[in-house]
């Protein structure tokens, strides 16, 4: 950022985690979620801050969602982060999770949700599928301009090339 500038989206996206710490806060004072609410939660896994067990991690190496309803212990939400225990075939587990590593935040009951950026985290590697008798090959970069391939069924397309700029 210039020194000279104001960083609006950073100051948004803080903004809209408070509404996430906000609504978790609500959960840990009540003890419980209230009526119907529900809360799915994805974060980076190997965000700065993230602890998880290793089991955890090894299943889930880049993200994972996590919901809370009926089956979670121990709420306990500060400032910069949250922790939650949560049963994974019926062996608790603790987490830690920091708000900055929250990626979606999504209440079903009220079709309300928030998607953040997440600084610092670089998409995953591309997988290298792999031909019996035949050697790895690299995955083929995608057309980056989105002229040159027709587009598969259920492919997500980035609106960015549509804007303005």
Do not use: C
């Not at 960083?7 to 806060?25: C, F, I, M, P």
């Not at 939650?84 to 079903?108: C, G, Q, R, W, Y």
């Not at 035949?134 to 587009?151: H, I, L, M, S, V």
């Amino acid at each position: 950022m210039n020194k000279g500038s104001i960083d609006y989206q950073a100051l948004v996206q803080e903004a809209l985690r408070g509404v996430v710490r906000g609504a978790l806060k609500l959960v840990e004072k009540d003890g419980r979620l209230p009526g119907a609410h529900h809360f799915y939660i994805a974060f980076h896994t190997r965000h700065p801050g993230v602890i998880v067990s290793e089991a955890i991690l090894a299943r889930y190496p880049h993200e994972m969602t996590i919901v809370l309803q009926h089956q979670f212990w121990d709420l306990k939400v500060g400032e910069e982060d949250f922790q939650v225990t949560l049963s994974f075939n019926n062996v608790p587990e603790k987490l830690i999770i920091p708000f900055a590593a929250v990626k979606n935040f999504f209440d079903p009951s009220t079709k309300f949700g928030l998607q953040f950026t997440v600084a610092g985290m670089e998409a995953p590697p591309a997988r290298v599928l792999e031909t019996p008798g035949k050697p790895a090959q690299p995955a083929a970069e995608a057309p980056t301009d989105g002229k040159d391939a027709p587009r598969k069924p259920g492919e997500i397309v980035s609106l960015d090339q549509f804007r303005k700029k």
